[in-house]
């Protein structure tokens, strides 16, 4: 469409102006986001991230993972080493007020980076301890663990998602949604048949933000779990 | 408990019998049961398993499955070979009116055997459509498909059963449970943390059965799927 009202020439040319953020940026608040695969250095902010995960789901009795216990299983050092998006996966946000300028070398997986504009920018009081090694003023927002599951009826793989975790701080920017669909594309990229986790029924919000993502919620299932003394008892069964 | 009416002794010492069923196994009807890893040669039977599994849920519009792709995504050609109990992972179990004489030679699952007496002999229609090749007599009763979920409270691993069947002529036997305890008694040997599956909320004699066993019924969760095209979708997405 053509402006109603056509601006003057500029009476000389203005010389190239340097390289600024506002230029290659939506205007407002830029956040810098990349999702990119966890390494074992990521362990200790991810027990604290599933802490604080534990904590809104006042469910910290139920909490007994250490950074022992995530290290040994979540990164073994058995031989072969379990390949990512094979076993247990984990993608991580990160977040940073600047481009980043590393690329996580890792043969698994290209990160994806994008620029989402904020209306004001984020107060995040637990920059220090999400502050990642080595990054420049880059943050860890959150992270989703998956893995792959298999239904014998497609024949085919899919992925579970475990846990799917975004810091108080950065919540309703649409970073839940960037996690999960970094999952499901890599479903797609894999040729798997479906991607599934669970929600608690009275999670009206959560239910309909998942419905929103194009999920159907099976009303009919309900999850059996043996664990604790009742598993232990297996043990020495016959 | 002595007799009430001793027989007299024989005249003379019987002649040592040959080793027959009757002296080694309880009285009834015994059958020989086996549970062992599956290999690439079941792949035809447990298509099979799994239609039938199938028809017996009413779901055969979602039976995509072929033997190829079970195949192909069950016993990979990938290297390396993913192990049993760190990826998909098939327990068959085997049936026969006699001992078994072979022994399967897998270094990751030594196969448990046990005798079981029936009151009745079975008849299996399908005997030949389900005959172990190779086998002397041995005849393929049901499988269960599972593989390792992860808790990040428990920071460990557990097992997923993503299907449990037994052939209807075999079942109200007890093979069910035999074969859902291999598995739990295998997640206590690796260490693992949990054993999870799922059941329609309507089926109350498969809840009973499960709670029998020790597990709990989780009310409160309910599953999510993304799959089809509102999965496919998200193949291109940014």
């Known amino acids: ?10 009476p000389t040319p203005a010389p190239e ?10 205007l407002g608040h830029p956040i810098f986001t ?5 390494t074992p250095s990521d362990v ?8 604080q995960m534990a904590v809104f789901e006042r469910l910290t009795h139920l909490f007994s993972a250490t950074e022992s216990s995530l290290s040994s299983t979540l990164f073994p050092s058995t031989t072969p080493t379990p390949q990512p998006f094979h076993s247990f996966t984990i993608f991580i946000l990160e977040v940073s007020p600047t481009p980043f300028t590393d690329t996580p070398n890792n ?5 994806t980076e994008k620029v989402v504009n904020l209306d004001l920018p984020v107060e995040d009081p637990e920059r220090e301890t999400f502050r990642v090694q080595n990054g420049n003023d ?3 927002a959150g992270f989703v663990l998956f893995f792959p599951n298999y239904s ?10 475990e846990d799917l975790f975004v810091r108080e701080c950065y919540r309703r920017k649409g970073f839940g949604k960037m996690l999960l669909s970094a999952v499901a594309k890599q479903a797609v990229k894999m040729g798997y048949g479906r991607v599934e986790w669970v929600v608690l029924d009275w999670n009206i919000n959560a239910i309909k933000f998942y419905e929103e993502m194009g999920a159907k919620i099976l009303q009919e299932w309900r999850i059996c779990r043996l664990t604790g003394e009742a ?3 297996y043990g020495g069964a016959e």
Do not use: W
């Open 231 to 233: 598993l232990e008892a």
């Open 34 to 38: 990349r999702i990119r695969l966890a």
């Open 107 to 111: 043969p698994f997986y290209n990160p």
């Open 138 to 140: 880059v943050f860890i």
């Open 1 to 10: 469409m053509a402006a109603a009202a056509a601006p003057p020439p500029p």
């Open 44 to 51: 200790p902010q991810l027990h604290k991230l599933i802490h």
């Open 17 to 26: 102006p340097a390289l600024t953020l506002s230029q290659n940026t939506p």
């Open 152 to 161: 014998t009826f497609l024949g085919k793989p899919g992925f579970y998602v």
